[in-house]
């Protein structure tokens, strides 16, 4: 196979899988809190229990006008969307989907490569808050940069621990060094990097800087059509990213009961697709965090936890 | 001239230009988002000269972490949207020490490199860095580290005005009284 044709059907992939999995998880979100909740949700668009709802939604928004606020900084405005999608495609590209470099870009330092670009998102959540002139925008916003910047630290932590355990920085690396009794000795990391996760994509319970009750809809107040989809899209990429990463570090990733040099791709699908679902339970189940409350689960529980996991990991190493 | 050349020129066209934008732009935000472009540019540079986990220990401290602390930080206290004109700013002072540093830098190294041709290395992976960083320079290391812890402590101490006040008052009693009204 040549190298641009192999280039160009990594990529593809990637595109699709960034254009497929997050329409597919808001409509189980949609479907899924609807019934949590004693309701049908969406059931017209397309027929068959509404399948179609985001499809629907989708062209709803390309025909919204897309308004920037007169007192707003233009450029910075109408950048800010792309600064939030780009980090997760990114972040795709070298998530791992089976054995066999079955990836967008295998990556000696993946691991690292992932937390630096997800990092970049908090300049978005920064740039469309400032930018807005609003002020509920910019309270959303500095909430949202505290948050971000807090939790990126039990995060990064929690994935050293893995780093630490498997010896290597690379994505695939990790998924074939992971052995079942990981789900044991690396359990409160993988607590600890889901909760941390959850903030970083400022999900419910995390969902302080866009506190509906309270700031309208933070940063994303006055974002309207194609930016404000865009802004939405991130977010669920993020719940798709953020799921693949637990997958992959903490449960196992391709590894699955049998078949796994065949059916690995499927495995890693069905563990990302239970751990969105999770996500979207907790998004039902919890009410949402004060903002001190937030902090103090950060700084008093989640990094203590992990840097104790960190020891714990060394330790285990050393013995071994 | 090959395409790491031309891609390290290009790149560093970018970080030059960003960062006088940087200085001279008046809008305070765009100022701090410019300084993201600059230090990404300079992390595509490590890129190009293989240094992978270098470029990504960039962006991750760097562009997601101080830059937004910096811009974090503008925006709590002032960050008006639009031109700040009142800003005072010795122009020609800074023009003439940068361009001065600049160039001189810039005349050092082509004088002490001339036409030297240097092979690019093997590409920086984690694995050679913790090699490097563990093997040959633990030391400096270890003392870069331990710099780091105090100037941690430093910082705590700084900010938590009650650590430091508390041992002069207890010495002529007014600490239990600080004691109580808290």
């Given at each position: 196979m040549p190298l641009w044709l192999e280039l160009v059907i990594r990529v593809g992939g990637v595109l699709v899988a960034f254009l497929v999995l997050p329409l597919l998880v808001g409509q189980a979100e949609h479907k899924v809190m609807a019934h949590m909740q004693g309701r049908l949700g969406?059931?017209?668009?397309?027929?068959?229990?509404?399948?179609a709802q985001l499809i629907a939604d989708g062209v709803k928004f390309v025909q919204k006008e897309d308004i920037t606020p007169s007192a707003a900084d233009r450029p910075v405005f109408r950048l800010a969307p792309a600064v939030a999608l780009v980090p997760y495609l990114l972040a795709l590209l070298v998530i791992p989907l089976g054995p066999n470099d079955l990836v967008g870009q295998p990556l000696d330092v993946g691991l690292f490569f992932v937390l630096a670009v997800v990092g970049v998102g908090v300049l978005a959540v920064l740039m469309s808050a400032w930018a807005s002139a609003n002020k509920y925008s910019l309270l959303g916003g500095l909430r949202g940069a505290a948050q971000l910047l807090g939790y990126e630290l039990p995060l990064v932590l929690a994935a050293a621990s893995v780093a630490m355990a498997a010896g290597t920085l690379s994505l695939p690396g990790i998924v074939e060094a992971w052995q079942p009794w990981w789900l044991l000795w690396q359990a409160p990391a993988m607590v600890v990097f889901f909760v941390a996760g959850l903030a970083e994509i400022r999900r419910p319970p995390f969902d302080m800087p866009v506190a509906d009750s309270e700031l309208v809809f933070g940063y994303l107040t006055e974002y309207t059509g194609l930016r404000f989809a865009f802004l939405l899209l991130a977010e669920y990429v993020g719940i798709v990213v953020i799921a693949a990463l637990t997958t992959v570090l903490?449960?196992?990733?391709?590894?699955?009961?049998?078949?796994d040099a065949q059916l690995g791709w499927l495995w890693t699908l069905l563990k990302v697709a239970a751990v969105s679902f999770v996500i979207i339970w907790l998004r039902v189940s919890y009410p949402r965090l004060r903002e001190d409350q937030l902090q103090r689960l950060c700084w008093l529980v989640l990094v203590p936890t992990a840097l104790a996991q960190l020891v714990l990991t060394a330790a285990v190493r050393v013995a071994m | 001239m090959t395409a790491v050349d031309a891609l390290l020129l290009a790149l560093g066209a970018v970080a030059v230009g960003s960062a006088v934008l940087v200085v001279a732009t008046r809008h305070l935000v765009r100022a701090g988002l410019y300084l993201v472009v600059c230090l990404g540019a300079l992390a595509g540079m490590y890129l190009v000269l293989s240094a992978e986990l270098v470029a990504w220990v960039q962006v991750l401290i760097y562009v997601g972490a101080v830059v937004v602390l910096l811009l974090f930080a503008v925006m709590l206290t002032r960050a008006p949207i639009g031109?700040?004109?009142d800003l005072d700013r010795p122009g020609w002072p800074a023009a003439l020490i940068g361009g001065g540093v600049g160039l001189g830098l810039a005349a050092l190294l082509v004088d002490a490199y001339r036409w030297t041709k240097v092979e690019l290395p093997d590409a920086g992976t984690a694995e050679r860095i913790g090699e490097q960083v563990f093997g040959s320079w633990v030391l400096p290391f270890e003392v870069l580290s331990v710099l780091l812890l105090s100037a941690l402590v430093g910082a705590i101490v700084l900010s938590r005005p009650d650590i430091g006040s508390s041992a002069p008052k207890t010495r002529d009693g007014a600490g239990q009284e600080r004691g109580a009204t808290r």
């Open positions: 969406p059931m017209y668009a397309g027929g068959f229990h509404g399948w903490f449960l196992g990733g391709w590894q699955g009961p049998f078949a | 031109a700040s004109d």
